[in-house]
């Protein structure tokens, strides 16, 4: 078990953007309007530090190379608790992010951990 997962909306919009983009990445920064939303990125192109915490890495089917997902460490002290699932809506998105010219968006959908799951995440 991880901290992310993602929905087979989601990982069929990936394949989708994949095909097109090549390797990918996502980014939750916590910020104002669209920076609450988790970004997607050709991989490599949002640089990640010391400021950031990697969630994980998303496999998806038919997609050769794992998605890194990263959040800015300000925010995941708050979210360091649940468990996050990436998934997709209809509605535009922030333009900075590869599915907004799809007519969708990627959100986050959380639950809190359980006490057994934080104990194997830690």
Do not use: N
């Amino acid at each position: 078990m991880g901290r992310v997962d993602l929905t087979e909306d989601a990982a069929a919009l990936l394949r989708r953007l994949a095909g097109t983009h090549g390797p990918l990445m996502f980014h939750q920064s916590g910020g104002c309007c669209d920076g609450s939303a988790p970004m997607c990125y050709p991989a490599g192109e949002f640089r990640t530090g010391a400021s950031d915490v990697h969630l994980g890495d998303l496999t998806v089917a038919e997609v050769p190379d794992p998605v890194a997902v990263w959040m800015s460490a300000a925010q995941f002290e708050y979210w360091k608790h649940t468990h996050l699932t990436i998934d997709v809506v209809p509605g535009r998105g922030s333009g900075f992010s590869l599915e907004a010219p799809e007519g969708v968006r990627f959100l986050i959908r959380s639950r809190l951990l359980t006490d057994d799951e934080l104990s194997e995440l830690d």
